[in-house]
């Protein structure tokens, strides 16, 4: 009897040194990517096929809110590496001194030219409001037409906590410059609500509480191949779609470096951009033209492509913002 206790005891115990030698790799993103329906799940499983670790990906609110999270934390983040910023946020992610450059060379297949040291991107995509064509006769095709349309009720989000949200103010700053603020002058009573983030606004957009949602050109892909619906369309302006680029990088002191470089190598390999298109609803970066489906077309000519570098979207960012906030506050 003895010895079967104590053969229990040392099997026991056995296993708990092992499970506390596996490294775990903790991921700071957004909500919608750690979602059942996002591309959480499927990269968690992937990645662990291979790494022999625990990966934690972990919510933290919508794209802004990561950042303001990181902010908060400061050096003192658990965060090993951050997944979900954009090129609108890195620069301002970049002072904060928490993230460590990279060495690794990049066959990216992006519409601009990727030199970044510190970030590397990981999907990308055009923002756009989706409506639901069997509910809207009279599409709008741009910004002025769409305050011109009183009738419309518009959910956006809050640039201060997501990414589509700021992305609007860039938008706007990109296709009017200093006569932004007539446009947001004329959007505003039109808009229904602000929501903290994404999900938010286009789970009112989906059960029928307004006509448009700020979205993706590439939303509609997702009612197409998910639900075999092509009543989900998206707006394509004449004034052109801001280009959001998503991305990721490793924090300067984790304790699992080795790690983390493996993960990033990983998010840009076939196997996780695969996962990408039909899980995120965004654009691979690198090159799977091939595999992607007819759905994914983009909409949109390179012309009308609306791009602000990382040093101009943080200058225009304050600003911006600012001028948002006082018009919204009237």
Same mark, same amino acid.
């Given at each position: 009897?003895?010895?079967?206790?104590?053969?229990?005891?040392?099997?026991?115990?056995?296993?708990?040194?092992?499970?506390?030698?596996?490294?775990?790799?903790?991921?700071?993103?957004? =909500?919608?990517?750690?979602?059942?329906?996002?591309?959480?799940?499927?990269?968690?499983?992937?990645?662990?096929?291979?790494?022999?670790?625990?990966?934690?990906?972990?919510?933290?609110?919508?794209?802004?809110?990561? @950042?303001?999270?990181?902010?908060?934390?400061?050096?003192?983040?658990?965060?090993?590496?951050?997944?979900?910023?954009?090129?609108?946020?890195?620069?301002?992610?970049?002072?904060?001194?928490?993230?460590?450059?990279?060495?690794?060379?990049? $066959? @990216?297949?992006?519409?601009?030219?990727?030199?970044? $040291?510190?970030?590397?991107?990981?999907?990308?995509?055009?923002?756009?409001?989706?409506?639901?064509?069997?509910?809207?006769?009279?599409?709008?095709?741009?910004?002025?037409?769409? /305050?011109?349309?009183?009738?419309?009720?518009?959910?956006?989000?809050?640039?201060?906590?997501? /990414?589509?949200?700021?992305?609007? @103010?860039?938008?706007?700053?990109?296709?009017?410059?200093?006569?932004?603020?007539?446009?947001?002058?004329?959007?505003?009573?039109?808009?229904?609500?602000?929501?903290?983030?994404?999900?938010? +606004?286009?789970?009112?957009?989906? =059960?029928?509480?307004?006509?448009?949602?700020?979205?993706?050109?590439?939303?509609?892909?997702?009612?197409?191949?998910?639900?075999?619906?092509?009543?989900?369309?998206?707006?394509?302006?004449?004034?052109?779609?801001?280009?959001?680029?998503?991305? +990721?990088?490793?924090?300067?002191?984790?304790?699992?470096?080795?790690?983390?470089?493996?993960?990033?190598?990983?998010?840009?390999?076939?196997?996780?951009?695969?996962?990408?298109?039909? /899980?995120?609803?965004?654009?691979?970066?690198?090159?799977?033209?091939?595999?992607?489906?007819?759905?994914?077309?983009?909409?949109?000519?390179?012309?009308?492509? @609306?791009?602000?570098?990382?040093?101009?979207?943080?200058?225009?960012?304050?600003?911006?913002?600012?001028?948002?906030?006082?018009?919204?506050?009237?």
């Amino acid at each position: 009897m003895k010895k079967l206790i104590f053969s229990l005891f040392f099997l026991l115990s056995t296993s708990s040194f092992c499970l506390s030698e596996v490294n775990t790799l903790k991921v700071y993103t957004y =909500d919608s990517f750690v979602s059942d329906w996002g591309p959480g799940p499927s990269i968690e499983k992937a990645f662990e096929n291979i790494c022999d670790c625990d990966l934690q990906l972990i919510g933290a609110g919508d794209g802004a809110a990561l @950042l303001a999270k990181l902010l908060l934390e400061g050096e003192l983040t658990e965060a090993d590496v951050v997944l979900g910023l954009d090129t609108n946020l890195i620069s301002r992610a970049k002072e904060t001194g928490l993230f460590a450059k990279h060495s690794k060379t990049l $066959d @990216l297949n992006l519409p601009i030219a990727w030199d970044d $040291d510190t970030f590397i991107p990981f999907d990308w995509g055009y923002f756009a409001f989706v409506y639901n064509a069997k509910n809207i006769s009279s599409v709008p095709n741009n910004f002025k037409e769409l /305050t011109n349309q009183t009738n419309l009720r518009i959910v956006i989000q809050d640039p201060r906590s997501s /990414t589509p949200g700021l992305g609007l @103010l860039m938008w706007i700053k990109a296709a009017y410059g200093d006569e932004s603020n007539k446009i947001w002058k004329g959007l505003t009573p039109n808009i229904l609500t602000v929501t903290k983030g994404w999900s938010e +606004a286009y789970g009112l957009f989906m =059960d029928g509480e307004a006509d448009l949602v700020l979205s993706y050109t590439t939303s509609p892909a997702y009612h197409i191949i998910a639900e075999n619906d092509s009543s989900k369309k998206a707006a394509i302006f004449d004034e052109g779609h801001y280009m959001q680029i998503e991305v +990721a990088a490793k924090i300067s002191n984790t304790d699992q470096t080795e790690l983390a470089d493996k993960f990033l190598d990983f998010m840009v390999s076939e196997k996780f951009q695969t996962i990408i298109p039909t /899980t995120n609803w965004m654009y691979p970066v690198i090159n799977l033209d091939a595999k992607l489906d007819k759905a994914f077309l983009s909409p949109i000519p390179k012309n009308k492509s @609306l791009y602000f570098d990382p040093i101009t979207a943080q200058e225009t960012r304050k600003e911006a913002l600012d001028e948002w906030l006082e018009i919204l506050s009237k």
